[in-house]
């Protein structure tokens, strides 16, 4: 089955600084791989998603992750931090290895962007 | 607007008092699922659906029903709530299941006394 592990759960930076959020998964079979943002109070949403193709995925709101199959990992990065950035963001790898196809989601890193 | 509409976004209630969650969503997706969120452990799936009328379990089913009549609805059953149930829920809906992604609604926050 496949996991997912997200180092660190608490990512602080500066206003302008570089976001670099880290995500390993583990996969027996090759994934599709997602990172979601939780603003406070609101539900999950899709900020970006690798499927296949191209390794370097652009996503909504200036991020983008690097799918790099070598070091089992799908980092998410913005070059330039802004306060409305701060959230919750979750890696999440699709389980294919099973009809049901779930999301198996990391356990989350909290953002926060200081002025 | 596509959505994935959760009712209702707070909840308090008593042990053992059997409550329903209800989800609808108005993107004729086949695949709905129930994630529960807690401090610390992400998302986990509860129970999940490919189609009408056909459900299965999650990673932590226990406690919970659910039933899948319409296409569009998805609701979450709680017979006997019990204090380790107090959660975030969420219901997401996708057009072909993980592979594609999940459009997640806005969640509900239960609280069991």
């Known amino acids: 089955a496949q996991s997912v592990t997200q180092l660190g759960s608490h990512v602080s930076v500066s206003e302008g600084a570089l976001v670099l959020l880290r995500c390993n998964y583990s996969s027996s079979v090759p994934p599709y791989l997602f990172w979601y943002v939780q603003y406070p109070n609101q539900g999950l949403q899709l900020l970006l998603k690798?499927?296949?193709?191209?390794?370097l995925v652009k996503g909504i709101n200036g991020f983008e992750a690097e799918f790099k199959k070598s070091e089992t990992s799908f980092h998410l990065t913005k070059p330039s931090a802004h306060m409305s950035d701060a959230a919750e963001y979750f890696c999440a790898v699709s389980d294919l290895s099973s009809g049901n196809t779930p999301l198996v989601f990391g356990k989350g890193t909290r953002l926060s962007v200081i002025a | 607007e596509a959505q994935v509409t959760q009712n209702p976004r707070y909840l308090i209630t008593v042990t053992g008092k059997k409550l329903t969650v209800t989800c609808s969503q108005n993107?004729?997706?086949?695949?709905m699922s129930w994630y529960r969120q807690d401090p610390g452990l992400g998302l986990r799936q509860i129970y999940y659906?490919?189609?009408?009328?056909?459900?299965d379990k999650g990673d932590v089913p226990e406690g919970y029903k659910v039933s899948r009549k319409e296409k569009r609805n998805f609701p979450l059953i709680l017979e006997s709530p019990s204090p380790n149930q107090t959660s975030l829920y969420f219901c997401a809906s996708s057009l072909s299941g993980g592979r594609a992604g999940y459009t997640f609604g806005s969640g509900t926050r239960l609280t069991v006394v």
């Open positions: 659906s490919m189609n009408v009328e056909v459900t």
């Open positions: 993107m004729n997706h086949e695949y």
């Open positions: 690798y499927t296949t193709g191209a390794t």
